[in-house]
């Protein structure tokens, strides 16, 4: 029998009862997980002995977000060594101390060498790693034009802006709701900004996770039977000084940090 690379292949072995028996709701859903490596085989009480030992180490686990990125990281360190520092100053928004490039995140210095070692006092993740990088080779350095935008507004290539909003946006909501004083901590530990803006809420709030990167947060508290609402935005120029897909990358790992702080110090 080929490579089990995917969910529907392992489906097509599984009895389709949607029985329950394995802790999954579907049968489908079972063979995602066991794709994904959250499940095992021989956790379907259904399949015989034969069957599992025919299949075992034919399964290809699909590899997980991070590992995707881990993957990206070394072609990424081997194009920043063509990278001249010194002429990248300016664009960036950086600074140069001793051939290493120092890059402000969220108000924290992230120093990078020219093999793409990345070194930081505060906690580093590969989805902020991965875009740092990106941000140093590719940036264009536009200038800020000062104009928010929704993320939608910034790329043609739709198929992010779902992404967009069910990683970042509604998590990031519903982590405001669940704690309303982290809005005070984005200010306090991440050197945000209170803003005044022409769009509608209770707070804005502008952070920069890259210097030419700015994120605008406009949060509305909810209020008798309306719910809260969340928008994000971004300065027009911002698929010039990072790549969609970064930008979206960036954002995850915002979050991820956001939700670290909220679990163990709120």
């Known amino acids: 029998m080929a490579k089990l690379d995917n969910p529907i292949e392992i489906y097509k072995i ?5 029985c329950k028996q394995c802790g999954v709701v579907t049968c489908l859903a079972f063979a995602a997980d066991v794709i994904k490596g959250q499940k095992r085989l021989n ?4 399949l015989d002995n034969n ?28 194009e920043i060594v063509n990278i001249d520092f010194a002429a990248s100053v300016q664009r960036l928004g950086a600074k140069l101390s001793s051939d290493k490039l120092t890059v402000k995140c969220l108000g924290k210095n992230f120093t990078v060498d020219s093999e793409g070692n990345i070194i930081s006092d505060c906690h580093i993740n590969v989805w902020v790693t991965v875009p740092l ?4 080779i590719y940036s264009a350095g ?19 802006n779902s992404f967009f909003e069910q990683r970042f946006e ?23 900004k209170y803003t005044e803006t022409s769009f509608s ?48 990358r960036l954002c995850v790992g915002l979050l991820v940090m956001f939700q670290k702080i909220t679990s163990t110090h709120i």
Not at 53 to 71: N, S
Not at 133 to 136: A, E, K, P, S, V
Not at 142 to 160: A, Q, Y
């Open 14 to 18: 599984l009895p389709k009862t949607n």
């Open 43 to 46: 956790q379907c009480p259904h």
């Open 201 to 248: 809420s209770d707070i804005s709030l502008v952070l920069h996770p890259l210097p030419k990167v700015p994120i605008l947060i406009c949060y509305k508290k909810p209020e008798e039977d309306l719910e809260s609402k969340l928008n994000v935005f971004f300065d027009a120029t911002a698929e010039g000084n990072l790549k969609i897909d970064s930008i979206y």
């Open 142 to 160: 536009n200038d800020l034009s000062g104009k928010w935008v929704p993320f939608r507004e910034l790329s043609n290539e739709t198929v992010w």
């Open 51 to 78: 069957i599992l030992e025919e299949l075992e180490g034919k399964i290809i686990k699909q590899a997980t977000p991070e590992d995707q990125l881990k993957q990206a990281l070394e072609p990424l360190k081997r």
């Open 170 to 192: 509604k998590p990031l909501k519903q982590l405001i709701d669940t704690h309303p004083d982290f809005i005070e901590d984005l200010i306090v530990i991440f050197s945000g």
């Open 133 to 136: 990088l990106n941000y140093i």
